[in-house]
């Protein structure tokens, strides 16, 4: 029983301390410099973070041009042994000191960083290893920058740890050496008791030196400003660098938020220690995110070799059709040439044929020997066609066939230019939002555009989402997934929001970027939808109204310009009204219009129904246009005495502005005067149990104005016409031809 229990315990130590050894071999990682693959001696903190040793250090700069430091002014220590370094690394090689020698004598320079042949002092530039980035260091070099002695620390642990068994001998014993038991951070150098009191005698100074542990590193106390050699105190948060008193009095530091550095170490501290927990209680993530990379990167090998195996293949097949095409050309040229050969050929042979000595020539002499005429006849006929032709062929010569073949060039300028394109397919780029087709009303109306250069999108993919101030974390992203043309509808959304939607496009190489997010606000209420009632009421001789009775314009014609002449003789202008063919009884209710900039004077709102009734019985006059009884809207007779809502309200429109009343809600109006721009849209909304009626900026849905109105029976849209004017009603978005697709029925992104 006691065996097995003996036997337990060693398998725990021996699993604690494979455990450990696997950590210290793990952080070994961290402790390496970069330049040297060793690990730090003396490091030195860069202001990207990162470390380097200060020998390094000196030769990176030295490889650069700049002139450093002898590192051997460090006072010579055991530590610059070569025993002190990595058991499992390889010794750096040490600088050669005649080449620092000589560089020291040249007289450039005072202190790190200095470049040669410098008149003034200039700024250096040291490439960090591990960041590949120009890191400033200002005119002192490597003399503005810290030692990190936490590292160094560090550093000193692991190397106990890996050599547990190693003593540290005293370095000043003849040999044999004797175990060290002191160290002096004076002398920097570890002692055995009989040469500690050797060489710290009494009476002398040395006497003083506080013994300490013996180690193969030394260290100062403290950190030390390296400008100002004090040790530092507080920590600049603007420069983010450790300051000693005197650095904090600079003018440097002048306004800069400083702290002590107790205060800095605590909140530090605090967030390294949360930072790390985290990360220790979320090691079960950290290994699924590790299997996740890893059969990423197996899936990365098998994609890469798929990939690269249809390339070669599409190559080949180029190739293969190249090859195929390259025989049928040549098989033509051999062809023409074939042919062009055997013309010549022949033309040859008749060319022979004429020559002195040719068999045509000499058998024509012997007929002519012949005496008998009726045989002559017969032999000379058929040769002196034969004669004939050659005659002919000499006095009209010309080769039976071309030798030039420029017939059969080929332009392969065209193919080139596609040879020299091919590349593989790009994604799409980001698409652009196009604001001025983009906007919300019953339903959203997103437009986009892909840039001018972009490569095409097979489909896009839209996704939307409502934002809330008051939740704790964001919705997630509603979609729709292959959108066929550049714009859509979206619906089914929540009154009175604010949503964002953003877009990215797809083809053969995949997804491209999202466009930028478009943050768009829904209407304050439900829309309403209606048509201007063109039955009854209205003037048919000044105001015209549109086959769909979506719109209508003014039209003054003679009678405005005789009212106009007479003007100055107190004649009443009328103020033609036309109103929406439904009537509001309950809930709340939005719309929006269009007024055209150039409008003389038109005002839009609601009524009573049965006021404006009486409206149309007997037409309201004013003595001018510009006639304004309640500062710039109409909302009924103004009685001081009884409180009671007017029976309408209009905002007044004019001359590409808007006529505000001293109580509106708009704050960025000129405060000299009462108008505002006119926008694109104007958006009303009325809520009859409140028995308040809201103008909006239907672009922005910044509130232009509010007021009360009477709710006791049914309420109409109304619209008032001075002079020429024209405005039309918003058209619903589900109406639009143009329509695309609709999203709905809205998946939820994974």
């Known amino acids: 029983m006691a065996e097995g229990e003996d036997l337990q315990t060693f398998t725990s130590i021996m699993d604690a301390l494979v455990r450990i050894s696997t950590s210290m071999k793990n952080m070994e990682r ?18 990207c973070a990162h470390n380097v040793c200060h020998v390094c250090a000196s030769e990176v700069l030295l490889q650069h041009g700049h002139l450093y430091c002898d590192p051997t002014s460090e006072p010579t220590s055991p530590a610059a042994t070569p025993s002190t370094r990595s058991p499992r690394l390889g010794r750096r090689a040490v600088p050669k000191p005649d080449r620092l020698d000589r560089l ?18 200039q700024t ?50 003849k040999p044999p050496q004797l175990e060290a038991t002191k160290g002096c951070t004076e002398c920097k150098s570890s002692f055995c008791n009989e040469c500690f009191k050797l060489y710290h005698p009494w009476g002398t100074q040395k006497a003083q030196h506080e013994p300490t542990p013996p180690t193969l590193t030394f260290r100062p106390k403290g950190l030390m400003c390296p400008e100002h050699k004090e040790e530092v105190t507080h920590y600049c948060k603007t420069c983010q660098r450790l300051v000693c008193q005197l650095c904090r009095v600079r003018r440097t530091h002048t306004s800069h938020k400083i702290t002590p550095v107790l205060s800095a170490y605590q909140a530090l501290r605090e967030k390294l220690t949360k930072s790390l927990a985290y990360i220790l209680s979320s090691q079960d993530t950290v290994q699924t995110q590790i299997a996740e990379l890893e059969e990423t990167v197996k899936h990365t090998e098998v994609n890469g070799s798929q990939a690269k195996e249809e390339v070669s293949q599409l190559i080949q097949g180029l190739c293969a059709m190249l090859e195929e095409k390259r025989a049928t050309l040549l098989q033509a040229i051999e062809e023409c040439q074939q042919e062009r050969l055997a013309s010549l050929h022949g033309q040859i042979r008749e060319h022979q044929a004429m020559l002195e000595n040719s068999g045509m020539v000499g058998y024509a002499q012997e007929v002519l020997k012949e005496t008998d005429h009726p045989c002559f006849v017969q032999a000379a006929k058929q040769l002196h066609n034969r004669i004939l032709r050659a005659t002919d062929s000499l006095q009209s010569f010309r080769p039976a066939a071309n030798a030039s073949f420029s017939h059969f060039q080929l332009d ?96 053969k190489a995949g997804f491209g970027d999202y466009s930028e997010d478009i943050y768009l606000h829904t209407p304050p209420a439900p829309v309403l939808n209606f048509f201007l009632d063109n039955r009854w009421g209205f003037n048919r001789d000044r105001l015209a109204i ?34 929406g063919d439904v009537a509001i009884t309950q809930g709340k209710s939005y719309w929006a219009c269009c007024v055209d900039p150039s409008s003389y004077l038109v005002k839009v709102g609601v009524g009573l129904e049965s006021k404006l009734q009486e409206w149309f019985q007997v037409p309201q006059d004013v003595v001018s246009p510009r006639y304004d009884p309640d500062s710039g809207h109409d909302s009924g007779a103004e009685d001081t005495t009884v409180e009671a809502p007017p029976p309408y309200a209009f905002l007044t429109i004019g001359m590409g502005k808007i006529l505000l009343s001293h109580g509106s809600a708009l704050t960025s109006r000129d405060p000299n005067g009462c108008t505002v721009p006119l926008p694109p849209r104007i958006g009303i909304c009325l809520d009859y149990e409140q028995g308040k009626v809201s103008f909006y900026d239907a672009v922005s849905f ?45 998946a939820k992104l994974d």
């Open 702 to 746: 910044r509130e232009l104005w509010e007021c009360g109105v009477d709710c006791s029976g049914p309420v109409c849209p109304a619209f008032c016409f001075i002079g020429g004017g024209a405005l039309h009603l918003q058209e619903l978005v589900a109406n639009k031809q143009e329509r695309k697709v609709t999203i709905g029925n809205f």
């Open 30 to 47: 961290e402790l390496v410099c970069p330049v040297c693959k060793e690990m730090y001696k003396q490091p030195l903190a860069l202001p």
């Open 546 to 579: 549109s086959k769909d009775q979506r719109a209508v314009r003014s039209v003054p014609g003679i009678p405005m310009l005789f009212a106009a002449e007479r003007l100055m003789t107190s004649c009443h202008l009328s103020i033609d009204l036309v109103i």
């Open 104 to 121: 020291l004598k040249s007289g450039f320079g005072t202190y790190p960083g200095r470049k040669r042949g410098a008149v003034h002092p």
């Open 124 to 173: 250096v530039s040291f490439p960090c290893p591990a960041c590949q980035r120009d890191v400033d260091l200002g005119e002192r070099g490597l003399g503005s920058l810290f030692r990190n002695l936490t590292l160094e620390r560090v550093v000193e642990r692991y190397r106990q740890t890996i050599n547990i068994s190693a003593a540290i001998m005293c370095q000043f014993c």
């Open 412 to 507: 392969v300028s065209r193919e080139l230019k596609l040879l020299t394109d091919l590349a593989f397919i790009r994604a799409p780029e980001a698409p652009v939002i196009d604001t001025q087709r983009t906007y919300t009303y019953d339903q959203i109306f997103l437009c986009w555009r892909l840039p001018q250069h972009s490569p095409p999108a097979w489909h896009y993919t839209v996704e939307f989402r409502k934002t809330d101030a008051k939740a704790k974390g964001l919705k997630l992203w509603q979609r729709r997934e292959e959108v066929r043309g550049t714009c859509a509808l979206v619906e089914y959304l929540d009154t009175d929001s604010v949503y964002v939607l953003r877009v990215k496009g797809y083809n």
